[in-house]
């Protein structure tokens, strides 16, 4: 069983910046690709980016190209995500969560999740 504990979630003006960090334990964390989504009040859980396992390939939603950046430090076990110039539309939930496959975008192919952080953003 993999643990994940996401931080550094918060409130934030619009056009600010945060970072996330997941910290990974339980499992060999440079094995896993790793992954961001978001949940919003009465909307459906959505991919935000991901990282493959050695963080050569990443991939990102169209929402955040541009804006945030994934990477990840297996020394550290532990996944970012670098969130600049940030919107009041992307004050949601945020969770990090691992996979067995090098990279993926789907909700359902991850099975170890975080127990998400709050990321909100005021207009």
């Known amino acids: 069983q993999v643990q994940l504990v996401e931080s550094g979630g918060g409130l934030v003006q619009a056009g600010g910046s945060l970072r996330l960090s997941c910290a990974a334990s339980?499992?060999?964390?440079?094995?896993?690709?790793m992954g961001w989504f978001r949940q919003a009040p009465g909307k459906e859980r959505e991919f935000v980016a991901a990282?493959?396992?050695?963080?050569?390939?990443?991939y990102y939603a169209d929402s955040v190209k541009g804006r945030f950046t994934i990477s990840r430090d297996n020394a550290k076990n532990t996944v970012y995500l670098q969130m600049n110039s940030l919107k009041p539309e992307d004050t949601a939930v945020y969770y990090c969560?691992?996979?067995?496959?090098?990279?993926?975008?789907?909700?359902?192919?991850?099975?170890?999740w975080g127990q998400g952080t709050q990321v909100t953003v005021s207009s």
């Open positions: 969560a691992a996979t067995i496959l090098g990279i993926a975008t789907m909700t359902y192919s991850y099975d170890y």
């Open positions: 990282i493959s396992w050695s963080g050569g390939n990443t």
């Open positions: 339980g499992g060999t964390f440079s094995s896993y690709g």
